[in-house]
Structure formats: structure tokens, C-alpha cells
């Protein structure tokens, strides 16, 4: 899958999923636009796209303000003069519950970046990628589609809510040519744990609440945002694809 000459936008590339689509995409010949908000985090992942790539354009920013948002998308097209990949990877869980009464918080915080801010960013972007027939993909969650633990009631109704705007945005550009899918993973190996206050729960136990006895890479859903992303997937818009290692049969 060659990406020579394209340019790519991935959200949430300092670390997880985002650093290791952002290094694969290189890999690919792509020149990949990296947005977070940690810089150093930032500059590490850019080394390692630029050994196996181009040097990427480095983007501190976050998602959740929307100056920022757009001085993303005016960095991209004045260095790039086009778009032709937008992946919305970034993303966060607070905890909340509406008995303990600090819901509010937690939704309005969580809704801001892991929604808000793809309709925001998908809606600037759209019209540079109907002018390159370019395609979208939304990192959603197997916790969008399964009852929630309470006190990731934000989170899953965050997830459950992009599952939805992926198809309302991918029939809206569909007759203009631009691709909109949605990738669900099960557990997978990124730092989020650790950022949502949650380092007492081990990957190795999410893993073993799933079918297959295991939790992903952050490769093994890049793999398929590259694919996603590809012209092998050009008769694929509308759709969600689950990697959650037999997650949802276990739900």
C-alpha cells in the first residue's frame, strides 16, 4: 500500500495508536501531519517516522480547543496545499457517575475531544478531501457498543456517538467521493490506562476477559487504518470495523 505523495492527519500521534499509524504511514511514503499535545512525546514519534520516511510536520496542539483546530488544519495546507488522509485517533476517558454526582464534568470534558472535535475537524477538512476523493477514519471502541461500567458512562457514550456521526458523514460525502469508516478496537496496549488515572488495571487482565486470551498492538489497528485509508478499500464507506480479539462475544 503505497502512500507516495499523500498527506496524511493523524490526531493523538504522540503515543498508542496514533504514534504507530503515524510511523507506518511514513513507512508508506506518506507526509504525515502529527498532532498531540505532549511535544516531547511529539518529537520522538517524529524521529522515528523520519527514519523510516519523511520528516513529519509536527503539530502541537489540542484537539478540544477550537482555535486550535483550525490553526491545525491552516499549518497543514499552508506547508502541504492539500489533504488527502484524516484520521480522528485522539481521545481520552475520565471517569464520572451520575450518583456521585460529577457526570457533568466528566461527559462535557470527554464529549469535547473524543466527539466535538472530530465533527469539528471532519468539517474543515471535507472540503479539502472532496477536492483529493480523500477518506476519513474514526478510532471508535468496542465500549460504544456494550452496557457501560459506571464510571465510563462519558466514554462509552462518546464512542457510541462517533459510531453514528462516521455514518451520517459518510452518506453526506459519499457523492462527492470521500470515504468515512470508523475502526472498534478491543483492548489495546497505549498509554491510556495510565492517563485516565486507571495504572492499578493491567493490560495483561483486559486481556484476558476477551475471547481469544489477548490485547493488541497499536500496529495491528494502524494496519488496518492503512488499509481503511488505501484504494484496496475504495467500495468501503459507512462502515466499523471491530479488532477487539473476540471482545463483543464475551460482552
Request: net charge positive; glycine share 10%; aromatic share 4%.
Amino acid at each position: 500500500m503505497s502512500f507516495s505523495n499523500k498527506i496524511v492527519l493523524v490526531t493523538g500521534a504522540s503515543s498508542g495508536i496514533g504514534a504507530a499509524t503515524a510511523q507506518l504511514f511514513a513507512k508508506e511514503g506518506a507526509h504525515v501531519v502529527m498532532v498531540g499535545r505532549n511535544e516531547s512525546k511529539l518529537r520522538n514519534v517524529a524521529e522515528q517516522c523520519a527514519r523510516g520516511g519523511h520528516a513529519p510536520l509536527v503539530v502541537r496542539a489540542d484537539v478540544g480547543n477550537d482555535d486550535d483546530v483550525k490553526r491545525i488544519v491552516d499549518e497543514t495546507i499552508n506547508k502541504y496545499r492539500k489533504i488527502d488522509v484524516l484520521v480522528n485517533n485522539a481521545g481520552l476517558s475520565l471517569t464520572g457517575s451520575i450518583l456521585k454526582g460529577d457526570i457533568l464534568e466528566s461527559y462535557d470534558k470527554t464529549m469535547a475531544v473524543n466527539l466535538r472535535a472530530v465533527v469539528h475537524l471532519t468539517t474543515l477538512v471535507a472540503p479539502h478531501l472532496v477536492k483529493t476523493k480523500g477518506s476519513i477514519v474514526n478510532i471508535s471502541s468496542i465500549a460504544g457498543k456494550m452496557t457501560s461500567p459506571v464510571l465510563s458512562l462519558a466514554y462509552c457514550t462518546s464512542k457510541a456517538g462517533l459510531d453514528h456521526f462516521t455514518r451520517g458523514a459518510a452518506l453526506e460525502l459519499a457523492s462527492l467521493g470521500v470515504r468515512v469508516n470508523s475502526i472498534s478496537p478491543g483492548p489495546v496496549r497505549t498509554d491510556i490506562l495510565e492517563n485516565s488515572g486507571l495504572s492499578n488495571i493491567s493490560w495483561e487482565f483486559l486481556g484476558s476477559r476477551v475471547a481469544l486470551k489477548r490485547y493488541s498492538e497499536p500496529e495491528e489497528i494502524g494496519e488496518m487504518i492503512l488499509y481503511l485509508a488505501s484504494d484496496k478499500a475504495k467500495g468501503i464507506t459507512g462502515s466499523d470495523f471491530v479488532c477487539d480479539n473476540g471482545g463483543l462475544l464475551k460482552a
